[in-house]
């Protein structure tokens, strides 16, 4: 919808109406989705990038767009610009669909869309930003013959030499535009949310629950008492936590255009285009400094075990979660690597029980979370898009290997619980027998849940959500807790 009441004072249905394409008619940047895509491909081709813009950024989209296509059907449009756009078409008025994309992205978008009759974009020679746009619609129409959509400082130029600016979007210079008298304001239909609650669910603080894991050494060493040992482990937990949603960030880059295909993911900020990709980019490595500055205040191992986790991390992103059992064992791995990075951040001792009951029970968990990714994919046809190496057909041994781990893990407490360590430790280890029917009851819920289709995505936001499970790790927590208050 437009907010001004005199705006149809000022459209002639006979002037052509020009649209931008980036930040406009769709929420993301056509250069950057394509950029992802290429880095997602092979992330040397960063070295490409880097060869192809000392050439020009005319040559630098020219070149990319000959290696990678993001898909036009599911880009995150502006629905308030393409409801006001189609409005327009009906009424029997031209468009034309202007931008400094790759004429061959833009083609692709006005065949998708249907509503354009021309496309005016760039090639190898002309990035058609700016002065070269507006001169370009002026050759057409000429000065004052067209009115213009556009959202950002680059448009002022076109808005210039258009007889009537639409404004999309809330860029300062475009806001600024505004004061003139032949702008208007093209606003959504339905109110934005807030942008904090945009950015907790970009970097998914909600995850930060996890490194909850640095805790458990302590915990077991009994160390929690002392004064230093809980600030070197929250200073341990938020460097961990930046780079972590650092990573998130990255991932949701890099998977920007497979999660427009996922029932759930679709929704993520980056793919629903609430986030631009240059902004994730941006927060995404200040992140990652921030969380490696502060792990610089604890021990030199800590910083190290922070690193192998984002090296690992990056991996996963970029290749491991795209191999067969590999990207399973992974994430079990990345779990473990939390226990560790606890035990080095008070230089500590970590319990080989412990690092195997992490990687048995979390790896249950990541067979989960591919057991529910695959029944609730899309058609078969298009799941080979999603990257991932299973088909319908491991259903069966996903299951079978998830439940199996998850029993494994009960197998190792319960070991664990009758060692020499535990009696040396606790006067009454009969007590932390309680813990193993908890776990048992976790992992048998979370697999029927997980057959039944009623699991979330991501089992370990389940057990953070869900009541029951969350009563069975308090327990588990206070059986753990007094055990060694009694011992003490």
């Given amino acids: 919808m437009v907010t001004n009441s005199k705006i149809d004072d000022q459209i002639s249905l006979d002037r052509p109406l020009c649209v931008d394409l980036d930040g406009t008619l769709i929420k993301t940047d056509m250069l950057y989705e394509a950029v992802v895509l290429l880095v997602r491909q092979n992330p040397l081709n960063l070295l490409l990038l880097v060869f192809w813009l000392f050439k020009g950024k005319a040559f630098l989209k020219a070149r990319i767009a000959e290696k990678v296509m993001p898909s036009a059907d599911k880009l995150p449009y502006n629905q308030a610009v393409l409801d006001w756009l189609n409005d327009q078409k009906e009424r029997g008025r031209s468009l034309i669909l202007a931008t400094a994309s790759h004429k061959s992205y833009a083609t692709a978008v006005a065949k998708h869309l249907g509503l354009f009759e021309q496309v005016e974009a760039s090639c190898e020679t002309t990035n058609l930003s700016s002065t070269r746009k507006a001169d370009r619609l002026i050759e057409s129409f000429g000065e004052g013959g067209f009115d213009y959509v556009g959202n950002s400082k680059d448009d002022v130029k076109v808005w210039d030499k258009a007889r009537t600016a639409f404004i999309v979007g809330k860029e300062r210079a475009a806001q600024l535009y505004l004061q003139n008298d032949n702008a208007f304001q093209i606003v959504e239909t339905e109110p934005a949310r807030p942008r904090w609650k945009v950015w907790a669910k970009a970097i998914r603080i909600h995850q930060w629950l996890k490194n909850s894991l640095l805790f458990v050494p302590a915990i077991l060493a009994s160390q929690y008492f002392e004064f230093s040992t809980f600030v070197n482990l929250a200073i341990a937990f938020l460097s961990f936590g930046l780079c972590a949603s650092s990573v998130y960030l990255l991932n949701d880059m890099v998977d920007v255009e497979v999660d427009r295909r996922h029932p759930t993911k679709k929704n993520r900020p980056l793919a629903s285009g609430d986030i631009g990709i240059l902004q994730a980019g941006c927060v995404s490595l200040g992140m990652l400094v921030a969380g490696l500055a502060l792990s610089l205040a604890l021990p030199a191992l800590f910083t190290l075990v922070l690193l192998l986790y984002f090296i690992i991390t990056c991996a996963y992103s970029f290749v491991l979660k795209r191999l067969l059992l590999l990207d399973v064992l992974t994430l079990a ?27 048995f029970f979390f790896l249950s968990l990541a067979l989960v979370k591919r057991f529910v990714e695959i029944t609730t994919a ?6 080979a898009k999603t990257g991932r190496g299973y088909q319908t057909v491991d259903l069966e041994t996903l299951g079978q290997g998830g439940v199996a781990s998850g029993f494994a893990a009960v197998v190792v407490l319960a070991l664990f619980i009758d060692s020499p360590e535990v009696a040396e430790t606790y006067k009454y280890p009969q ?14 819920r979370i697999w029927i849940l997980a057959r039944r289709k ?35």
Avoid: K
Wanted: glycine share 4%; hydrophobic share 60%.
């Fill in 333 to 359: 791995g990345l779990f473990t690597i939390r226990v560790i990075a606890g035990a080095t951040a008070v230089e500590g001792q970590v319990s080989t029980w412990l690092l195997a009951f992490c990687m």
């Fill in 378 to 383: 899309e058609a078969e046809v298009n799941r």
């Fill in 454 to 488: 009623e699991m979330h995505d991501d089992p370990v936001v389940f057990l953070i959500t869900d009541w029951r499970s969350q009563i069975m790790i308090v327990a588990g927590a206070v059986i753990m807790l007094t055990s060694q208050l009694l011992s003490s």
């Fill in 431 to 444: 007590m932390i027998w309680l813990v193993c029917p908890l776990v048992l009851y976790i992992v048998f």
